[in-house]
DNA sequence: AACTGCTTTCCACTGAGTGGGAAATATCCC
DNA sequence: GGGATATTTCCCACTCAGTGGAAAGCAGTT
């Protein structure tokens, strides 16, 4: 019936990374529909597309006709960004080993911090953050250490911008921040307190590369432990060190896929 | 200058798919040349499809001009498969922690042992698995009890084709690969001998799921220490029995993003 | 049986995709 | 520097793959 009702602009492939960002934020399986909604690619597009998708792998159909991401794309992906990963990860199980905390390891991703890795056990900590998971700068303690370490105009540009509330503890005071940031520069690290998630705390350092900031490390911790966090600091300190020399005979944009440092703020408006 | 020269029965998705599967394989980063050789795809097409991956994020270039998988595409397929993965996490971190043995969590994936997860420490092994990556099902610990303890057309399928040597000491005799088989679901665990790399050995235990097969556990130990692997049979065993446990409510299919299980031997050549 | 929500199939029209060729750019070697 | 080589980027006329509204199919629910 309807023939070319296209609307000029749009490639093909434009609509496949459409369907794939749907997934982006949501979890559950979702029905084609939804897909077609949330992608804005019309439904008997997104039917054949998805069928294609699926066939290959880059999705696939549960049990109830529901479309989740395929495992063939999980384990494509693993390839992404592995000398950091692969690099860090003995480390960041020691840090874990050592402090029986939850331990984990994040890189900036635009304004966002970038879960790069997290090695935890059975015990129950209130979690926010998840392996490739973003989470903002100036809630978190890896964040902020970030923030502090970074070169000035991505701090004053972050700062210029409207900072998120997260939870009734997370500072948004520019001012403030700025302060905070200056103290973790001379202290060498950085705690939040249920800024990000009532009932846990952190505590980060950064982590060098070639004289440079090159990712941060992190303990969460419960509330409840929150006062004698900093008794870690020496293990953190040390695992960081050790991540340091591990990693700095790679060249820098090497260690991830692509050069997560390199956009400052993308344009897209920070504030949810 | 000539237009429409191309194939028929090619789709813009099937040529973006043959892109991605060139970095199933390889692992270094790729100039544009080299992806259109590996994907059949013509240079000038694989030019613009890249482009727009890129700029996405599902590939990335790396400093030199090389093209890489994207850390947004990794970010993404975090969320494939998490079920079974954030589930069982805690339990194969206990199984490292208890043992201090590099711990990993593996199903079966067509006539491959897929890894899903991975606890090692900074303790040296020689290492052919890594998290997301496939070994085949004959060769390793878990492969073994996976073929031991799925259904029985699924190991008669298996052992019908000719199987493939990976080193000196990989069993590649059906006969008396059935009979040890038998010996697995007797004793209840199966192991290897530098079967799939020099210098290490496997211990693997089943994790059942509502009365079949569901994953398998395994401890990987350098081969000095071969002989006394038995001696981590209990925590083995105990490990399983609380995946075991933390998995029963959720149903299967859940558990993966897609049915792992679903497609018994895919028509492809099994032989390399 | 009628209603609701979702998936799948159909099909005529057309502009997005195509890919060989060539120009621009980077890399290497003498 | 300069010439040969490899790689990336741009160009553009041709046409078929892609399109998407409409309608049929299917499974629950009332």
Redesign the interface.
């Known amino acids: 019936m309807a023939g070319g009702n296209r609307v000029p602009g749009s ?4 609509k ?2 459409a369907i ?2 749907v ?2 934020t949501s ?1 559950r399986a979702l029905s084609l529909t939804e897909i077609a909604e949330a992608s804005g690619v019309p439904l008997s597009t997104t039917h054949r ?1 998805v069928g ?2 699926v066939e ?3 999705l ?4 109830n006709g529901g479309i ?15 000398q950091l990963r ?1 690099t860090a ?3 960041v ?2 840090l ?2 050592l402090t029986g905390e939850t331990s984990q390891l994040a890189v900036r ?1 635009g304004n966002m911090a ?1 879960y790069i890795d997290r ?4 015990k129950r900590v209130p979690r926010a953050s ?5 989470l903002p700068l100036h809630a978190t303690a890896v964040g902020k250490v970030i923030l502090a370490y970074s070169e000035g105009w991505v701090t004053d540009a972050y700062l210029g911008h409207p900072l998120a509330t997260v939870t009734g503890h997370t500072h948004v005071n520019p001012t403030r921040l700025r302060a905070e940031l200056a103290r973790v520069r001379e202290q060498g690290y950085a705690t939040t307190q249920e800024e990000v998630i009532l009932g846990s705390c952190s505590i980060a350092v950064p982590v060098f590369h070639t004289g440079h900031l090159g990712c941060s490390i992190a303990l969460v911790v419960s509330s409840a432990n929150a006062g004698t966090m900093t008794r870690h600091l020496p293990v953190l300190k040390g695992i960081s060190q050790r991540i340091e020399a591990a990693t700095a005979h790679i ?1 820098l ?2 260690l ?5 440092g390199g956009a400052p703020l993308p344009p897209t408006d920070p504030t949810p």
Chains 1, 2 share one sequence.
């Open positions: 490639t093909v492939t434009s496949v990374l794939m960002e997934f982006e979890r597309l294609e998708l290959w792998g880059m696939s159909r549960g049990p989740q991401l395929g495992l063939r794309l999980w384990a494509i992906a693993q390839n992404a960004g592995r692969d990860r003995p480390f199980q020691d874990f080993s991703d970038l090695v935890y056990g059975s998840r392996v490739g998971g973003r060249p944009e090497t991830l896929g692509s050069v997560t």
